[in-house]
């Protein structure tokens, strides 16, 4: 069984930064992409950012410049780096790996999400 479980989320105030960590686990799998979204209050989920396997990273348009998503391949852990942060970033950030199982198949996870709340 795979897991999946973000930390890093909390109360800053505007202009300024969080990281997010992504750290995914269990036994018999190797990771194939993640993923970063987020639900704002009383909107919908919204696409943040994709690691692909390797090097590919692809961002929501309105975020790039801003937000970073990086990997730890070695850790199974990803990141997103967030920067000059603003009201309307405050959500629940969830977490997405899209995972290989070694007995076959593929398969994805999520997370239960941590809270980033940006306020003065």
């Known amino acids: 069984q795979v897991h999946v479980v973000e930390s890093g989320g909390g109360s800053v105030q505007p202009g300024g930064s969080l990281r997010l960590s992504c750290a995914v686990s269990?036994?018999?799998?190797?990771?194939?992409?993640t993923a970063w979204y987020r639900r704002a209050p009383g909107k919908q989920r919204e696409f943040v950012a994709r690691i692909n396997s390797g090097t590919d990273i692809i961002y929501a348009d309105s975020l790039k410049g801003r937000f970073t998503a990086s990997g730890d391949n070695a850790k199974n852990t990803a990141y997103l780096q967030m920067n000059n942060l603003n009201a309307e970033d405050t959500a629940v950030y969830y977490c997405?790996?899209?995972?290989?199982?070694?007995?076959?198949?593929?398969?994805?996870?999520w997370g239960q999400g941590t809270w980033v709340t940006v306020s003065s």
């Open positions: 269990g036994s018999s799998f190797s990771l194939r992409a």
């Open positions: 997405y790996a899209l995972v290989e199982l070694t007995i076959g198949g593929v398969t994805d996870v």
